[in-house]
């Protein structure tokens, strides 16, 4: 399977329903890192396909910006096939996470810190995205520019390992009430990643997108 950016993979699929295409992605490192899990049916498809292209590396990491299925649902299946991988969240998403039982090893992170592995870097925002605008987590990887959006920068339609272009700060602008409720969280949020300069975005759901 080629990668969708450098040694970026993506793992899509398809809901006809609502139209909606899910990611996931591993960031094929030294360390490797998964950006979330999918659902359970998603994380279950996704298992084989990540093990493939995993050969014989071991998963470290898995990043989950915020709790909610499609995000971290399938987490527990993940876990038993990659038991060494460490979830990597916020605070409120480890509270959850912990609330469910489905695990208390997690490597939390707030805004403004990094994770440091081996061959990558990623750096952490805040995001407004649980229920009760709780923190989650967006994160951009510094050394090959790559913004994982979560559920902004996203578009409906089938999208496995579609790449469209577009501009940063058209994306920001967009970021829509719906995504984030409150207006001075939302205008936080848009003029913290109006400081960053990604050249990649790496989004749940939609095409990603090449930055000009
Ligand atoms: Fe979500
Ligand atoms: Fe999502």
């Given at each position: 399977m080629p990668t969708i950016y450098q040694d970026l993979f993506q793992f899509s699929s398809h809901v006809p329903l609502i139209d909606l295409s899910f990611h996931q992605y591993l960031l094929s490192a030294d360390e490797p890192l998964?950006?979330?899990?999918?659902?359970i049916q998603q994380a279950t498809a996704l298992v084989p396909r990540l093990k493939a292209e995993l050969k014989d590396?071991?998963?470290?990491?898995?990043?989950?910006?915020?709790?909610?299925?499609d995000e971290c649902g399938g987490l527990t299946h993940i876990l038993d096939h990659f038991p060494e991988a460490k979830p990597?969240?916020?605070?409120v998403t480890a509270r959850q996470l912990g609330g469910f039982g489905l695990t208390n090893e997690v490597i939390i992170k707030k805004p403004g810190e990094e994770?440091?592995?081996?061959?990558f870097t990623l750096e952490f925002f805040s995001y407004p995205s649980?229920?009760?605008?709780w923190e989650g987590l967006l994160a951009k990887e510094s050394q090959r520019g790559i913004f994982f959006s979560s559920d902004l920068m996203i578009r409906f339609g089938e999208a496995d390992g579609t790449v469209v272009e577009s501009i940063w700060q058209t994306e920001i602008n967009n970021i829509r009430a719906e995504q984030v409720p409150d207006p001075d969280q939302r205008t936080k949020?848009?003029?913290t990643l109006g400081r960053?300069?990604?050249r990649f975005v790496a989004p749940g759901h939609g095409p990603c997108l090449k930055l000009l």
């Open positions: 998964l950006v979330h899990t999918g659902n590396k071991v998963l470290k990491y898995i990043f989950i910006s915020h709790f909610e299925a990597v969240c916020s605070e994770l440091n592995a081996k061959d649980e229920m009760h605008l949020l848009q003029q960053l300069n990604p």
